[in-house]
């Protein structure tokens, strides 16, 4: 396949894959539909379906791909996936390479909010920012990390799970976690734990509402929202502290809520601040199409 310039960028889901393209001249191109996802139907028959995804593409120079879970980053292998375990254990890069008749290097793999991070970066919210941190508000909580405009995943490819900070150990009553832990911040401000705080605090656990009352006036559901934008806050300072880094974005779904939690994130951050400028917190601009840009992006430093 001679060199063109093109680059495409898939975003693997619990439900569909978004994809899309870096066209020669810089155009970002989003695919007009999704695949479904569809693991029940078994892992080798959904890279086969991926890979056709990935065809009907046309040609192209490297494909990105982002996918929720831990990498190898040095085998390209999923070590740990919460929402697709049928693919934990396969070496992505090697399976997908060898059915796209692509040399394996050209096909490269990552963490879902990574990528996010790195899409927001360069052509959303993040543009021109050579350090920040994006943190995916939804389900869970995921983070990416960028420093000197370059994506950072560490050693072992876990840098920046910043929803796995432990915020209130379990004997102060933390809530059990996904990951084995207790008390972590996905338990305090992903989705899932705002709307048992909601049930538990006898109010409307539909977050959408909750977020209506809230900014509607003085209650306990604005009360809530603060509480949980403070807990925020108290995630994101030890990012400020260890990393120095001051420039958040937030992103997933329940990233529409950030205007009732900001007044409690900004309040936990200034009190916990020593000698850094006051942190910026925003919200993302690409939405759903982060995954597939930051992809993309990926592939396109492979050029």
Same mark, same amino acid.
């Not at 396949?1 to 191109?29: C, H, W, Y």
């Not at 990498?71 to 090697?94: E, H, I």
């Not at 990416?144 to 432990?166: F, N, W």
């Not at 400028?277 to 919200?283: C, F, I």
């Given at each position: ?58 040609s ?38 060898? &059915?796209?008749?692509? /040399?394996?290097e ?8 990574? =990528? *996010? %991070?790195? #899409? +927001?970066q ?18 869970g909580?995921g ?53 048992? &705080?909601?049930?538990? /605090? ?10 209506? =009352? *809230? %900014?509607? #006036? +003085?209650g ?56 850094t ?7 993302a ?13 990926? /592939?396109?430093?492979?050029?």
């Open positions: 396949m001679p060199p063109n310039g093109r680059f495409v960028g898939l975003d693997i889901g619990g439900t569909s894959v978004k994809a899309g393209t870096v066209e020669p001249d810089g155009q970002l191109v989003s695919a007009p539909e999704s695949l479904p996802t569809q693991l029940e139907d078994g892992p080798d028959v959904f890279l086969d379906r991926l890979c056709e995804y990935a065809r009907s593409f046309g192209f120079d490297a494909l990105g791909i982002g996918c929720p879970g831990v990498f190898d980053p040095q085998t390209g292998a999923l070590r740990a996936s919460a929402n697709l375990q049928n693919l934990v254990g396969r070496k992505l890069t090697r399976e997908i390479s060898t &059915r796209l008749d692509l /040399a394996e050209r096909v490269l793999v990552d963490n879902d909010a990574n =990528l *996010a %991070a790195y #899409g +927001e360069w052509r959303g919210a993040g543009a021109g920012k050579e350090d920040m941190c994006l943190v995916t508000l939804g389900t909580i983070g990416g990390l960028i420093q000197d405009s370059k994506l950072y995943t560490g050693p072992h490819g876990m840098a920046c799970e910043v929803g796995h900070i432990v915020i209130l150990p379990q004997e102060q009553g933390g809530h059990p976690c996904g990951c084995g832990s207790a008390g972590c911040l996905e338990t305090l401000a992903s989705a899932t734990h705002v709307r048992r &705080r909601a049930r538990e /605090a006898g109010l409307c656990e539909n977050t959408i509402e909750l977020c209506r =009352l *809230a %900014a509607a #006036g +003085e306990p559901e604005r009360d809530l929202l603060h509480a949980v934008g403070r807990d925020l806050g108290r995630g994101l300072s030890y990012v400020v502290s260890l990393l120095d880094i001051t420039f958040f974005v937030i992103a997933g779904g329940f990233s529409a809520a950030l205007p009732q939690l900001h007044a409690g994130v900004m309040e936990t951050l200034a009190e916990r601040r020593y000698g400028p006051e942190p910026v917190v925003v919200r601009t690409l939405g759903p199409d982060a995954g597939w840009i930051g992809a993309a992006r990926l /592939a396109g430093d492979k050029k």
